[in-house]
């Protein structure tokens, strides 16, 4: 079957810009989770979807937002883009008991 | 803060096995030991999880010590494309998904 999938791949923006990404899970998968991946920070917990509801939410700004829709597909959106939100931002999703997450090949943030 | 902690890099042949070790000292009884790797610019991949009992997969087997304070991944015959950050975390089951990964180990299997 599908695997997670994230669009776009790559992205530049300016700062102060706002920009969306998105994320299909697998199929059936009603969890979605988002992850940012810096150099300095290394992999960090942004927040979670299941069932169109934050479950979990990790410590970032109120710039940092998401939404799950009814087909658990996943949209996150980061407002006033800053030179440290480039970052490569990870989708993940996981089916019934939370076992194990599935990873997508990101999306590449790059903020000028 | 990742609950883990694991040697920042280490190398291994081509063909050996490549043994990853992780303190998890401050373990809790529900929490499970998980590994993921990653792949340059590419999104973890899960490899294996463990409660308390060791386990074995077609990828890779966890051993965990009986008092859970740490654990090793074993890869059997390790291949350049094992080449790769291995992440060692600790979590509980069924509160969703909130993966806390530590800096990893960046394991070099060389020729």
């Known amino acids: 079957k599908a695997g997670v999938t994230q669009t776009p791949r790559y992205l530049i923006k300016t700062r102060g810009q706002q920009v969306t990404l998105s994320c299909s899970p697998i199929?059936?998968?009603?969890?979605v989770s988002w992850y940012q991946q810096t150099p300095g920070q290394g992999l960090q917990f942004l927040f979670e979807?299941?069932?169109?509801?934050?479950?979990n939410k990790g410590n970032f700004p109120g710039r940092f937002s998401g939404r799950q829709f009814s087909n658990s597909r996943s949209e996150m959106n980061v407002s006033t883009l800053e030179l440290g939100d480039s970052a490569l931002y990870l989708c993940?999703?996981?089916?019934?008991?939370?076992?194990?997450?599935?990873f997508g090949q990101g999306t590449r943030l790059t903020v000028v | 803060d990742a609950k883990t902690t694991q040697p920042p890099s280490m190398d291994c042949a081509e063909g050996r096995a490549a043994n990853l070790p992780c303190n998890h000292s401050?373990?809790?009884?529900?929490?499970?030991v998980y590994w993921y790797r990653q792949i340059h610019s590419q999104g973890p991949q899960y490899i294996i999880h463990?409660?308390?009992n060791n386990e074995t997969n077609e990828m890779a087997s966890l051993i965990i010590t009986e008092d859970r304070k740490s654990s090793t991944l074993i890869l059997p015959h390790a291949t350049l494309r094992d080449t790769a950050v291995y992440y060692c975390?600790?979590?509980?089951?069924?509160?969703?998904?909130?993966?806390?990964f530590g800096p990893g180990t960046r394991l070099s299997v060389l020729p």
């Open positions: 993940a999703s996981s089916g019934t008991g939370d076992i194990e997450a599935f």
């Open positions: 199929s059936g998968h009603r969890s």
């Open positions: 979807y299941f069932s169109e509801t934050q479950r």
């Open positions: 401050t373990i809790s009884g529900n929490e499970y």
């Open positions: 463990g409660l308390k």
């Open positions: 975390i600790v979590r509980v089951q069924g509160y969703g998904q909130n993966f806390v």
